[in-house]
């Protein structure tokens, strides 16, 4: 990472939000739902499947919790009435799982019944591996509601082949992703051959049990051995999808996997709370920095 990227990384969080702004805009699709609906069609019309996500997480009152729980309940009327092809990811500590496990369950089963009176779909994010367990135990209790709920299995965790052995069957759907937040190396693999690595074991492992898998990934070397893989055993194309991040450049991969007949979903994020996620964005790919201020500077 460069210098001064590294130095406008540290320095986002302190500085005025209308500074960071231009960094964000990428991979958020704007504060309103409308704004995100506006996202969505577009990608439908470009032939791209979406999930959307409310920003925001470590919710710490219920008030909050079930407000975001309506602006979700409302979110599945939204996408029926304008019949977007599009389902719901959401974090359960945005819904409460900080404040309790029960106030969680119940709200997650609000969301989870609006779903099922709409034959639509809920993904249930996975967060740092404190949430882990409860997480699983939360979607144990929705697939008792509704069976069109899935989880997340992040492939930097040592025990995520263990999840997958003991919950993948053909009912089973799961993103499978690398994993987003800073776990200790004696849980969670630090090198990124292992982490790749375990992506394509637990890949592997859920389409030998019939399990419904997204692979979320924007590494391209991934996504080759995905293919090799996936063309080699000939893969049945409804046993899983690509998923991508909202506005991370893809070169071209995306419409290429379209054209190939592969379902490719877009997670699209929106919300007032959009500067922690954003940051968060700017930290993983400091690279960005560097191409928003020479666009910025060719536009003038
Ligand atoms: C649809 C989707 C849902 C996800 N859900 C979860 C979840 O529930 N829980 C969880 O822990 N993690 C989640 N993640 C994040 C995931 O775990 C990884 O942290 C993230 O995708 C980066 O890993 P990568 O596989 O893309 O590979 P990397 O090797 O990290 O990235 C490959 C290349 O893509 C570029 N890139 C990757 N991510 C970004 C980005 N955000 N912005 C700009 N450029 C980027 C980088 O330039 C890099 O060179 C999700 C990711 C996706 C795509």
Request: aromatic share 12%; glycine share 4%; with cysteine.
């Amino acid at each position: 990472m460069s210098l001064f990227n590294s130095i406008v990384t540290s320095a986002l969080p302190i500085l005025p939000k209308w500074f960071a702004k231009p960094f964000a805009r990428p991979y958020v699709a704007g504060q309103t739902e409308d704004d995100a609906v506006t996202h969505i069609r577009t990608l439908n019309e470009k032939g791209f499947s979406a999930t959307v996500d409310i920003l925001g997480e470590h919710v710490l009152t219920k008030e909050k919790a079930r407000d975001i729980t309506a602006q979700y309940c409302h979110l599945y009327d939204r996408i029926l009435n304008e019949s977007l092809d599009c389902n719901i990811s959401m974090k359960p500590t945005h819904v409460g799982l900080n404040i309790s496990l029960a106030e969680a369950m119940s709200n997650i089963t609000t969301i989870l019944k609006k779903a099922q009176e709409h034959n639509n779909f809920l993904r249930i994010d996975m967060e740092n591996s404190p949430f882990t367990d409860q997480t699983i135990e939360i979607y144990h209790h929705c697939k008792t509601i509704y069976n069109n709920v899935g989880m997340v299995i992040q492939s930097y965790l040592h025990r995520s082949i263990d999840d997958i052995l003991l919950l993948a069957d053909d009912q089973f759907n799961s993103r499978i992703c690398k994993g987003i937040y800073k776990e200790s190396e004696y849980i969670a693999y630090q090198d990124r051959e292992e982490i790749q690595g375990n992506f394509l074991k637990l890949a592997k492992n859920m389409v030998t049990r019939n399990a419904y898998s997204a692979f979320a990934t924007h590494d391209q070397e991934l996504i080759d051995r995905l293919l090799d893989w996936i063309i080699t055993d000939k893969v049945p194309k409804d046993l899983f999808e690509f998923q991508v991040l909202y506005g991370v450049p893809m070169n071209g991969r995306l419409e290429a996997l379209l054209g190939a007949g592969y379902k490719v979903r877009v997670y699209v994020p929106y919300g007032p709370d959009w500067f922690d996620y954003s940051v968060r964005r700017l930290k993983e790919n400091p690279k960005i920095i560097s191409y928003v201020l020479k666009n910025f500077f060719r536009k003038r």
